[in-house]
């Protein structure tokens, strides 16, 4: 089991930067896929960003050389900083733990934070 908590969320001018956080408890950080999530108003949730245990990463195109996903395994946390922020932009943001183990799939979510881009 794993313990998912987002932070760093809020309201910013279009143009601005945030930095979100995700701490993680539970379970031994280091093995899951970590990945941050969003769900827009009216729309579907969908991937932004992931960084693998290895710390391979791969980016939603829209998001492309505007956002970077980082991990520190020491302090059991993934960063999401998110730069040139655009009002589509504007979501709740999804902390994602997940691992597959033969044919089982683990997957915890966080209980999301807030990110509103407008002037």
């Known amino acids: 089991q794993v313990r998912l908590v987002e932070s760093g969320g809020g309201l910013v001018q279009p143009g601005g930067s945030l930095r979100l956080s995700c701490a993680a408890s539970g379970s031994i950080f280091s093995i899951y896929a970590m990945g941050w999530y969003r769900q827009g108003p009216g729309k579907q949730r969908e991937l932004v960003a992931r960084?693998?245990?290895?710390?391979?990463?791969n980016y939603a195109d829209s998001v492309k050389g505007r956002f970077t996903i980082s991990r520190d395994n020491a302090k059991n946390t993934v960063y999401l900083e998110m730069n040139s922020l655009k009002s589509e932009d504007t979501a709740i943001y999804y902390c994602?733990?997940?691992?597959?183990?033969?044919?089982?799939?683990?997957?915890?979510w966080g209980q999301g934070t807030q990110v509103t881009v407008s002037s």
């Open positions: 960084i693998t245990s290895g710390g391979s990463t």
């Open positions: 994602n733990a997940h691992r597959e183990v033969r044919t089982t799939i683990y997957d915890y």
